[in-house]
């Protein structure tokens, strides 16, 4: 890591590091791809949860967002953004947090159950726009696509609510991560979009006209040589991007924007290895096999002058616990590494290491805030959405 960074010497803790330039650069290609079919570019931005990042979407256009819980609804309704989509099947325990909601933003909810439709029918206090998860092949959440009649059914069900009016169909191709390479990643795409059109096919033929298809997934919406077909995508971890969607082959060394930056505690050059502070609470435990077959948590990343340089996968980080975290380096690099130093490294996956903090810093030394998750999750979250602002190092 380069010393000549001032703006490095309070850091004390493992801290995450984004370039902003790589940050707008990446909002910029997504924002274009999706222009070009006139397919409505709605973000997820669960990946940064950061209402100054948020701004950065602003400047490409962006007016329509995707979050993943109410509470991130009402962070970045508070913020200004008066158009969302909360990406998860609705927690009905939730109506009256939502319904806190109705003076703020218009919420678009997901369901896949006629139970969380019954409730919301006979709990929201104002019009919402409803999507059912469809199910393509991840088989996490939704209506498996052929279940075609179940889906029906379903939306039926939503258009006989006073409150509810039926919006379409969405997906969440998450199959996509576990492909061997961009092509098969086009390959999940276009397979997703033409089961979501063979479900929405079948809804026009039952009387449902303007059913929209939504579909989400960073890999795919980074790749797909076309949208057709698609009316919405929600990509979110390409602002960040990560070792993942490296090794998918989705995106270049130059669209990586975070990186944690992790104290050095100890060294120990009979075997080649490095002690950080930043451990599995910091990282979380995602794990990748690289091209050499080493099983890794992260590599380490240069800073340089005017934002990251470049990749070093000698730097690897192999090992994690609750807080430690171990390096293994060549020994060139362990003779020059001293007890107190800062080692940049990529995450494995961007989400669950941001996810981990209250806030960022940036190439430029700039401090910046994102919703704090750990509070967001408590039952003190609308009693100190103060603290939800903080920045903490």
């Not at 803790?13 to 910029?28: S, W």
């Not at 909601?101 to 919420?107: E, P, Q, R, T, V």
């Not at 030394?365 to 959405?385: E, H, K, T, Y």
């Amino acid at each position: 890591m380069d010393k000549n960074h001032d703006f490095l010497k309070p850091i004390h803790t493992p801290v995450p590091l984004i370039d902003p330039i790589r940050i707008r650069r990446n909002i910029r290609i997504m924002a274009s791809r999706a222009e070009k079919p006139a397919v409505r570019f709605r973000p997820h931005f669960k990946t940064h949860q950061s209402a100054a990042i948020g701004e950065w979407f602003r400047e490409a256009g962006v007016s329509g967002i995707t979050v993943s819980s109410v509470a991130m609804a009402r962070y970045f309704a508070e913020k200004g953004w008066c158009d969302i989509t909360i990406a998860f099947p609705f927690n009905v325990r939730e109506i009256s947090a939502l319904n806190l909601l109705d003076n703020l933003a218009n919420i678009h909810i997901l369901v896949d159950h006629p139970d969380t439709v019954a409730t919301l029918a006979a709990g929201v206090t104002n019009q919402h726009r409803v999507f059912i998860k469809v199910d393509t092949g991840y088989h996490r959440t939704g209506i498996f696509w052929e279940s075609r009649d179940e889906i029906l059914t379903l939306a039926r069900q939503i258009e006989s609510s006073a409150r509810l009016t039926f919006a379409g169909i969405l997906t969440h191709a998450g199959h996509s991560y576990h492909c061997s390479g961009p092509k098969q990643v086009k390959a999940v795409f276009r397979e997703t979009v033409g089961r979501m059109n063979r479900a929405r096919d079948f809804l026009g033929e039952n009387g449902f006209q303007n059913c929209k298809v939504s579909i989400g997934n960073t890999p795919g919406c980074s790749v797909a040589d076309n949208f057709e077909g698609v009316d919405e995508i929600r990509p979110g971890n390409f602002v960040f991007y990560d070792l993942m969607q490296l090794s998918l082959g989705v995106c270049e060394e130059e669209n990586l924007a975070l990186a944690l930056l992790c104290p050095v505690t100890g060294i120990y050059p009979d075997r080649n290895e490095i002690v950080v502070l930043g451990g599995a609470v910091h990282f979380s435990e995602e794990k990748l096999t690289d091209p050499d077959g080493h099983l890794i948590s992260g590599y380490g990343m240069n800073l340089i002058q005017k934002g990251f340089g470049r990749l070093n996968r000698e730097i690897r980080l192999i090992g994690l616990s609750q807080e430690h975290g171990i390096v293994q380096a060549p020994v060139e690099i362990i003779r020059k590494t001293r007890i107190g130093d800062l080692i940049g490294i990529i995450p494995v996956h961007s989400c669950l290491t941001a996810d981990q903090f209250a806030g960022y810093l940036t190439t430029s030394g700039d401090r910046i805030s994102r919703l704090n998750s750990v509070l967001a999750r408590s039952d003190q979250l609308f009693s100190s959405p103060e603290n939800s602002n903080s920045v903490s190092f």
